[in-house]
């Protein structure tokens, strides 16, 4: 878990380190900015690939892109391989520097090409134009703020909060959807004037402007299978796969330990994965109820 935030269409150097100041949480091993003219994006590290050289943001190799990056790409080896061929010179191990070339080589198209979670916004300096984009599952947050002067963004709410111009009034529909629904559908969030990036969307700001657009969507399809057997094999040499990919990691990796199927069946997958005997964690509370 990372955090990211920043601004266009001012560059305040103040406001971008209170909204770094408030992800610290999100990611304790380290910070970064980057300050231009009229742009300014920070981020807060949280540091699982690649430790010493995985910094952010990062910059390509002429500066005319910067990425900040919260999440991971689980197939950026395979993608990075793909971009050496095409001529890509990689100075990291990180997946973060596989984004920033993904991005050079295919556009706002990229994103058909990553296996992952993540949250980004990358500054095009050439372009002068800011590319954000969420995972298909909206696993990975990404709010934003736009006035109509100025955008602003970040992995919670609160470093959007950090801008002082902003007026704190209540999403009433949000509010009476959580009331009734017990959360808040959509796009909307509970301050008026705040948005979420749906799932599986991408936008670009350019000249004041934002515009957002579907990359991804659910498919069904028909297949070859015909058994509830070849049904069940295909099911589970998915499920190893996508716990194997999840796996790749600089640092030591566990599981919580709940002792329901769910977690049970991953931390089987881990094992099946691992050379070593993984590490679980259960919690456990006592009852303090008062008895009458």
Not at 72 to 91: A, C, D, M, P, S
Not at 142 to 170: C, M, P, V
Not at 189 to 205: D, Q, S, W
Not at 268 to 288: A, C, I, Q, Y
Request: proline content about 2%; hydrophobic content about 35%.
């Amino acid at each position: 878990m990372c955090g990211i935030c920043g601004m266009v269409g001012k560059s305040d150097e103040v406001l971008l380190q209170n909204m770094c100041n408030v992800l610290i949480h999100r990611g304790p091993d380290g910070e970064g900015q980057y300050v231009d003219e009229n742009v300014a994006i920070g981020m807060r590290r949280l540091a699982i690939i690649d430790l010493e050289s995985g910094n952010q943001p990062m910059c390509n190799e002429n500066k005319t892109l910067c990425l900040i990056f919260n999440g991971q790409i689980y197939n950026y080896v395979e993608l990075r391989n793909t971009l050496k061929k095409k001529g890509y010179h990689f100075k990291t191990q990180s997946d973060t520097e596989v984004i920033l070339y993904a991005y050079e080589e295919y556009g706002h198209e990229c994103l058909h090409q990553f296996n992952g979670m993540f949250a980004f916004a990358i500054w095009d300096k050439r372009k002068q134009e800011l590319f954000m984009a969420r995972d298909r599952l909206g696993i990975k947050p990404f709010y934003y703020w736009h006035n109509g002067y100025y955008l602003l963004f970040g992995s919670e709410i609160k470093a959007i909060l950090q801008d002082r111009t902003f007026e704190r009034q209540i999403n009433k529909t949000a509010l009476f959807n959580n009331l009734h629904r017990l959360f808040v559908p959509g796009t909307d969030t509970m301050f008026e004037g705040i948005k979420r990036l749906a799932p599986g969307h991408y936008a670009f700001y350019r000249d004041g402007k934002m515009e957002i657009r579907k990359y991804w969507d659910f498919s069904f399809k028909t297949t070859d299978i015909n058994s509830v057997e070849e049904y069940c094999d295909l099911l589970y040499e998915q499920l190893k796969q996508a716990v194997s990919r999840r796996m790749i990691a600089d640092v030591p990796l566990g599981a919580f330990l709940s002792g329901g199927v769910d977690s049970s069946g991953i931390v089987g997958f881990m094992s099946t994965v691992s050379d070593t005997p993984v590490k679980t964690f259960s919690l456990g509370f006592e009852d303090n109820e008062n008895e009458d």
